[in-house]
């Protein structure tokens, strides 16, 4: 159903689609879709939500933990940056992004289900390293939700004015070596040279 649906959005759009164009394209009943989703936001937030997570509980498992936090930022920011730039993630944002005025329930879902995931995941993250001594911060929701505007603020100018040719040309690979340098220096114990990049 989920790979029905996306097929629906990314063909139609959000204000084109329907529960009963999914049930069609997925050759099940519209009964069976509602059973597990409450309505035509809520399944495009779970068409969404399912590519965010695929790369998410990789990114957050147990291996990040090893990583030093410069590298475990840029990790993050790799994941993030590489899962949005990918055809149909493209695709889905420029729908929500232009559909969210005329239906803002759909921009409410959005938030919750994928942008506040993320962002918990990351303060998460930084709760841990908190503990460890490797990151100095008042409220880590809030650096969270900052590092996170930092590293996709460009991506999604990109994505909602940009062509697939100038997609191609931006250097995200710079970007957020700089991002990542920049949240460090505000972040980092003072004496931390590990996660400065200080030699």
């Known amino acids: 159903m989920i790979a029905a649906a996306t097929r629906v959005f990314l063909r139609d759009g ?4 329907s529960i009963d164009k999914v049930a069609h394209e997925a050759g ?4 069976t879709i509602y059973e597990r989703f409450k309505n035509k936001a809520d399944l495009l937030t779970s068409v969404i939500t399912r590519l965010v997570e695929r790369d998410m509980a990789t990114v957050f498992g147990a291996e990040l933990e090893r990583l030093s936090t ?12 590489g899962r949005a730039c990918a055809p149909e993630a493209a695709a889905l944002f420029r729908i929500v992004a232009v559909e969210a005025q005329r ?5 409410a879902k959005m938030r919750a289900g994928t942008k506040e995931r993320v962002e918990k995941a990351v303060a998460d993250y930084f709760r841990g390293q908190m503990l460890r001594g490797k ?34 040309k931006l250097n995200f690979a710079a970007h957020l070596q700089q991002v990542v340098d920049i949240f460090l ?11 400065r990049g200080v030699d």
């Open 28 to 31: 099940v009943s519209t009964r």
């Open 185 to 195: 220096h505000g972040t980092a114990p003072r004496g931390d040279s590990e996660n």
């Open 135 to 168: 990151l100095v911060l008042t409220d880590a929701d809030r650096a969270a939700a900052l590092f996170m505007q930092m590293v996709c603020a460009e991506l999604h100018e990109c994505l909602l004015f940009g062509s697939p040719e100038e997609m191609s």
């Open 103 to 107: 239906f803002p329930e759909l921009a």
């Open 70 to 81: 410069r590298q475990a930022l840029l990790t993050i920011g790799e994941t993030v940056t």
């Open 14 to 17: 959000y204000g084109a689609a």
